[in-house]
């Protein structure tokens, strides 16, 4: 009976730990994916940080599935999150394109206003989840300001474009530079971006969901370059209509 206690108090004891080993692995890739764009391979590079954005997403879930969430978790989580989607995106895009633009003052600007406005945001966003009701509509579905994964992707999303299709408008420094700098400031921002964690789905569109979200795994693998070129595409023009559905609610709410 003792060492059947002993292995489930060990068992219990690890499970703790799930989640925060997640986070780290992710904070692995994220610094991986800088050694890489500092060599040149760029493809593994984004391979990379899009793992640690899948890693990133999941962490959290697990947590509250294991029941194990904590305040030291999400603070490992929060600093590996500056580092993945704040530092190593600017980074592998600078070592990509960003040092080809002809003012080098303004191509590192680049880079530390990205790290900035990440760090900016994850503040904002650890300080409203103790501070904001979480079951006001303004706060249950719409963020402020690009999450930092999205931001991220969104970072990444020239290279990505330039795998998919080639040289392009998209493959230009001073391109590059500007999306950089718009990333970093929407991040920062408080302007209203989606946030999908607390929609619910009705029951008779669950089976329809599932279906979509196995479709996109499909693509993911045969064409995961395309795939996630045209995700961020839509996900840009999704941030246009949830400004507009936001200030709808903002006045709904402000009539009550």
Request: aromatic share 14%.
């Amino acid at each position: 009976m003792k060492n059947i206690k002993t292995n489930e108090e060990n068992q219990v004891y690890f499970t703790k730990f799930v989640p925060t080993l997640l986070s780290l692995l992710a904070l692995c890739c994220g610094v991986s994916s800088i050694r890489y764009g500092y060599s040149g391979n760029y493809v593994l590079a984004a391979t990379l940080l899009l793992i640690a954005c899948f890693l990133d997403g999941i962490d959290g879930r697990v947590a509250r599935f294991l029941n194990v969430s904590s305040d030291f978790g999400a603070q490992i989580d929060s600093l590996a999150d500056l580092v993945n989607f704040g530092v190593a995106p600017g980074f592998v895009v600078y070592c990509w394109k960003i040092n080809e633009f002809e003012v080098s003052g303004i191509a590192w600007f680049a880079v530390m206003l990205l790290a900035s406005c990440m760090a900016i945001r994850l503040a904002r966003f650890n300080v409203d989840l103790t501070t904001k009701d979480q079951n006001d509509p303004l706060v249950k579905y719409f963020f402020k300001g690009v999450p930092a994964p999205a931001a991220a992707c969104l970072a990444i999303l020239p290279m990505i474009l330039y795998f998919q299709f080639g040289y392009g408008f998209w493959s230009e420094p001073i391109f590059v530079v500007i999306n950089t700098m718009m990333v970093a400031l929407l991040a920062g921002s408080t302007i209203p971006t989606p946030c999908f964690k607390k929609v619910k789905i009705k029951e008779e569109y669950k089976n329809i969901v599932l279906i979509l979200a196995a479709m996109l795994i499909i693509l993911l693998v045969i064409k995961p370059w395309l795939t996630l070129s045209l995700t961020g595409v839509i996900y840009v023009i999704s941030i246009v209509i949830s400004i507009f559905v936001f200030f709808k609610f903002k006045r709904e709410k402000a009539k009550k």
